[in-house]
């Protein structure tokens, strides 16, 4: 199980230090659960600090770039992450597809050197609303998953479009399915995001195919995100 908090651009270094140093033994009450956070790049290194030595924590980047280096203003390499301390990233968010060019072919380059480098890696998929509506749920997962590298650091997040920020999770039925066709496609774990919170949070981890959640709005408070990471450690033990 894995719960990932996803802060997009929420959380300067000094706030993000203190929510570190809030949640840094949460992982001791939520045996069976991976806690990650994944601060704004400014923020990763006062998140790590705040966490401090040792902390089961994990900090994951919202993005990385496919080169090593090179000229690519505003961009970020994997060993750049590597060297703050930093173990994952999400790649192909569906605001980075929405407003920022991401394309299959971009985000397969991205997913591809970030593990190739060691990081693991969150890739999201997920249809809109007008495809849902046009019964394209399966192409376009179909389409956006053949995009995605096979490895065991692999981390699929199924996120509808039409669920993130609107308060309107997909029913848990809705996840088990696409969940289902997503893991008949690609051996990897997969997340659930949209509108995760405190209240969904225990029937939708409680599916038998979905192994954790990516929260955006609900992971920004500590005590819903904790909430939520309990949840996952309830569905994990039972
Ligand atoms: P949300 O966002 O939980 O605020 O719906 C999820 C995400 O975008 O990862």
Known sequence: MLVAGNWKMFKGA????AFATRIRHLPERTPGVEVVVCP????????LQG????????????????????????EVSAPMLLELGVKGAIVGHSERRQHFGESDETVRFRAEAAIEAGLVV????GETEAERVAEETGAV??????????HERLVIAYE????????RSATPEMAQEAHAL?????????????SVKPENALVLLSQPDVD?????????DPASFEAICLAGAEAAAA
Request: net charge positive; glycine share 14%; charged share 10%.
């Open 141 to 150: 997962l179909a389409r956006q998953v053949a995009a995605l590298p096979r």
């Open 122 to 125: 969150i890739a999201c998929v």
């Open 212 to 220: 954790g959640a990516l929260v955006g709005g609900a992971s920004l």
């Open 40 to 47: 704004p790049f400014v923020s990763l290194q006062a998140t």
């Open 182 to 194: 997503i893991k008949s496609l690609h051996p990897s774990r997969v997340l659930y995001g949209g």
């Open 160 to 167: 509808p479009v039409w669920a993130i920020g609107t308060g």
């Open 51 to 74: 966490l401090g030595e040792g902390c089961l924590v994990r900090v994951y980047a919202q993005n990385v770039h496919w080169e090593l280096d090179g000229a690519f203003t505003g």
């Open 14 to 17: 000094h706030e993000a230090r």
